[in-house]
């Protein structure tokens, strides 16, 4: 058997499905190139038949990919398989990517269908999606919960009808390793022709164990494993890509596998995910987290001026992380800027870079001092969203202890400049009311806003996040500012547009 652990990122398709992450066209070609950098096998570049913004991107990703095999998810319908072909047929490795549930309650309470007429479903999907595309992966849906030997029995129709992949998703997240692993052990043991096709993982981590259930089935024969750029996805989210090749690079005493993840581009990836979904990375999170090469305790100190390895099993610029450091100010050049964030993981076009070198000089004559952090959050939130249809101009806000506060703000939608003058229950209040004056959205309701410090210091930029939710829908967005209501507005008007795109319809009109 292989030893080389094929990494299938779904973070386009599964990770864009956490609340609040939609991707703009443009945000997933970005994403879908450093996904190649970063070395991954397979782009799960999103599900062709939810709506026509769908089906774009993935034929777009499917034109952009040089190396990486492309897959489109497919329900088990012909009209699915044949859109899910149709967005991927330009790829230069394509692969349909169709499913089915298999456990009984899915199958009962979901799908209502009997187990043979699941089969049969099986049997036709796959076979009409071999028919389009010689690489096709079949996926049981909700595995760990499905009968032992009915799965036995899916996994034999899906090979037999030319399936070249077989997933066995812990679809909820309901496994533990011992369980997980016992699964693929038994499923490749009893199928007949089971070598025929390579076994994959997709874990949830609703109990916090999807990473080690994606180890515990590579060390029962799994050959690809399916998982997300920081882990972000449904619920609890997915398998973090960067997890599984650390630690199968890390402990390769007891993983002898390897990926073909570049882990270098790890910090990279991670940051350019974080940006563009507005999904933070948590603090003390494995390998990416900020404080994960951090050491504060007085006896890990002395270790580490001893030997860095006395309490890190492995270095930062391993994963592409170099120490925080102060080496910016108003006086830095463009070469000095270029080679920064180059060191930090971005690699901007020339006007990209022009907008965000002018925009660190105006937050370098505005602080004292420029962190790692505050570039992070300038160049995420100006480059990363800065094609967005509304953007936010000017605002002035009027505010102290006799109220109500007033607010002026001033946004571009689609080129047009227009202007609101608002009062409200304090500063943040009448900024947000200016927002739904220039652009209607009643139906949206208002689920969080949130401030924190990018840095330390009275002139630290302010980090806002703001969540929106509207008909089912639920989007994220986030501004950076050393003034926190600019930090406001701006986090209001990346959540409006991320709606935008949740909708798929065209941009909202501005208010007469």
């Known amino acids: 058997m292989t030893d080389h652990i094929r990494i299938f990122d779904t973070t386009l398709r599964d990770g864009e499905q956490s609340p609040g992450c939609s991707m703009n066209l443009e945000e997933k070609l970005k994403v879908a190139a450093q996904l190649e950098a970063l070395g991954v096998d397979i782009i799960e570049a999103g599900f062709a038949i939810a709506s026509e913004g769908d089906f774009e991107a993935v034929s777009a990703v499917a034109r952009q990919c040089e190396t990486a095999i492309v897959a489109s998810l497919a329900r088990a319908a012909a009209g699915d398989i044949d859109r899910a072909w149709a967005a991927v047929k330009h790829?230069?490795?394509?692969?349909?990517?169709?499913?089915?549930?298999?456990?009984?309650?899915?199958?009962?309470?979901?799908?209502?269908?009997?187990?043979?007429?699941?089969?049969?479903a099986i049997a036709r999907s796959v076979g009409h999606a071999r028919s389009l595309c010689e690489d096709v992966e079949w996926s049981a849906e909700d595995a760990t919960r499905s009968d032992p030997d009915y799965l036995c029995r899916a996994v034999e129709a899906a090979i037999r009808a030319g399936a070249t992949t077989i997933n066995?998703?812990?679809?909820?997240?309901?496994?533990?390793?011992?369980?997980?692993?016992?699964?693929?052990?038994?499923?490749?043991?009893?199928v007949p022709d089971a070598d025929k096709a390579i076994f994959s993982t997709h874990c949830h981590n609703d109990l916090g164990l999807a990473v080690a259930n994606t180890l515990a089935a590579i060390m029962a024969g799994a050959r690809q494993c399916e998982a997300t750029v920081n882990g972000i996805g449904e619920r609890a989210g997915n398998a973090a890509i960067e997890e599984i090749a650390m630690a199968i690079r890390v402990r390769h005493d007891v993983l002898p596998v390897r990926t073909g993840i570049v882990t270098t581009e790890i910090t990279r990836a991670s940051r350019l995910v974080s940006?563009?979904?507005?999904?933070?990375?948590?603090?003390?999170?494995?390998?990416?987290?900020?404080?994960?090469f951090a050491h504060e305790s007085g006896i890990h100190q002395d270790g580490m001026l001893k030997d860095s390895s006395t309490y890190e099993i492995m270095t930062p610029e391993s994963v592409g992380m170099g120490a925080t450091n102060l080496v910016l100010g108003k006086h830095s050049g463009r070469a000095a800027f270029r080679q920064k964030l180059s060191e930090m993981g971005?690699?901007?076009?020339?006007?990209?870079?022009?907008?965000?070198?002018?925009?660190?000089?105006?937050?370098?004559?505005?602080?004292?001092?420029?962190?790692d952090e505050d570039i992070v959050a300038l160049v995420d939130d100006e480059v990363l969203r800065g094609h967005d249809r509304i953007q936010v101009s000017e605002v002035e806000v009027y505010c102290g202890s006799n109220g109500p506060q007033r607010a002026i703000l001033t946004l571009h939608i689609d080129g047009e400049e227009v202007t609101a003058a608002?009062?409200?229950?304090?500063?943040?209040?009448?900024?947000?009311?200016?927002?739904?004056?220039?652009?209607?959205?009643?139906?949206?309701?208002?689920?969080?806003?949130?401030?924190?410090?990018?840095?330390?210091?009275?002139?630290?930029?302010?980090?806002?996040?703001?969540?929106?939710?509207?008909?089912?829908?639920?989007?994220?967005?986030?501004?950076?500012?050393?003034?926190?209501?600019?930090?406001?507005?701006?986090?209001?008007?990346?959540?409006?547009?991320?709606?935008?795109?949740?909708?798929?319809?065209?941009?909202?009109?501005?208010?007469?």
């Open 346 to 371: 971005y690699d901007l076009s020339d006007n990209e870079f022009g907008d965000a070198f002018k925009r660190f000089k105006d937050l370098a004559d505005a602080k004292k001092q420029v962190f």
């Open 422 to 512: 608002t009062r409200g229950n304090g500063p943040v209040d009448a900024l947000f009311h200016a927002i739904r004056k220039l652009v209607p959205h009643d139906d949206a309701v208002l689920q969080l806003y949130q401030v924190h410090a990018v840095t330390a210091g009275t002139d630290a930029q302010a980090e806002v996040s703001v969540v929106l939710a509207e008909a089912g829908r639920t989007v994220r967005g986030t501004g950076a500012h050393t003034d926190t209501l600019v930090a406001s507005a701006r986090a209001y008007v990346n959540a409006l547009n991320k709606l935008m795109v949740k909708r798929g319809k065209s941009p909202l009109s501005a208010a007469g």
């Open 168 to 190: 066995l998703p812990d679809t909820v997240g309901y496994g533990t390793p011992e369980t997980y692993g016992a699964m693929f052990r038994d499923v490749i043991s009893r």
């Open 91 to 120: 790829a230069r490795r394509p692969r349909i990517h169709t499913f089915i549930a298999t456990s009984p309650l899915h199958m009962r309470a979901k799908l209502n269908m009997t187990p043979e007429q699941v089969l049969e």
């Open 275 to 292: 940006g563009i979904t507005g999904m933070a990375v948590q603090a003390n999170k494995a390998i990416v987290g900020a404080n994960a």
